[in-house]
T-cell receptor
Framework: ETGVTQTPRHLVMGMTNKKSLKCEQH?????MYWYKQSAKKPLELMFV???????ENNSVPSRFSPECPNSSHLFLHLHTLQPEDSALYLC??????????????FGPGTRLLVL | QKEVEQNSGPLSVPEGAIASLNCTYSDRGSQSFFWYRQYSGKSPELIMF????GDKEDGRFTAQLNKASQYVSLLIRDSQPSDSATYLC???????????FGKGTRLSVIA
């Protein structure tokens, strides 16, 4: 198991539900990320937080709402999702954003199915 | 739009052979380059990173970078069936930018 944990690992929700994904990193990192991985598509960066401030919103629909209460925790709040939002949602962290060789460490992901 | 291109595969190699995985990128100012391995149903795990032209070796893995050609590759020597996975190339551009990932190449090592 890595230093980045995610809960839940699997989630099934209807289009009218509201749910939240949680990510926690135990590595003392300052930057955290949400990615979406769909079948046959590259990893898509959704949001980036650095020192609890959002620094990147990669044109993500408003039905996805991130929250970073502190540098160790990151949430993704979900509401009125569509079936095409079904995917693996990965959280990652890194020490910082800049610098050659900056490494991202991934959590195990949440497999989301929207019915 | 910064792009990272990989052949989706599958790339099939016999056990014991050298597997060669290739990646090209569009941002000429890119600074650092990463290779991740992702087993089916699992999250990506970092194998290597490289940021200087030339070769970088780690065990059976060698990363090769040619910035003039905007090309990075990963060689896996003595391939094993356990190396069968999808290999993701990721590139960090110039400035304070997050990684951009390719779609990945699926490698199958045949025993």
């Amino acid at each position: 198991e890595t230093g980045v944990t995610q809960t839940p690992r699997h989630l099934v929700m209807g289009m009218t539900n509201k749910k939240s994904l949680k990510c926690e990193q135990h590595l003392g990192h300052n930057a955290m990320y949400w990615y979406k991985q769909s079948a046959k598509k590259p990893l898509e960066l959704m949001f980036v937080y650095s020192l609890e401030e959002r620094v990147e919103n990669n044109s993500v629909p408003s039905r996805f709402s991130p929250e970073c209460p502190n540098s160790s925790h990151l949430f993704l709040h979900l509401h009125t999702l569509q079936p095409e939002d079904s995917a693996l949602y990965l959280c990652a962290s890194s020490q910082g954003l800049a610098g050659a060789g900056e490494t991202q460490y991934f959590g195990p992901g949440t497999r989301l199915l929207v019915l | 739009q910064k792009e990272v291109e990989q052949n989706s595969g599958p790339l099939s190699v016999p056990e014991g052979a050298i597997a060669s995985l290739n990646c090209t990128y569009s941002d000429r100012g890119s600074q650092s380059f990463f290779w991740y391995r992702q087993y089916s149903g699992k999250s990506p795990e970092l194998i290597m990173f490289i940021y200087s032209n030339g070769d970088k070796e780690d065990g059976r893995f060698t990363a090769q970078l040619n910035k003039a050609s905007q090309y990075v590759s990963l060689l896996i020597r003595d391939s094993q069936p356990s190396d069968s996975a999808t290999y993701l190339c990721a590139v960090r551009g110039s400035g304070n930018t997050p990684l951009v990932f390719g779609k990945g190449t699926r490698l199958s090592v045949i025993a």
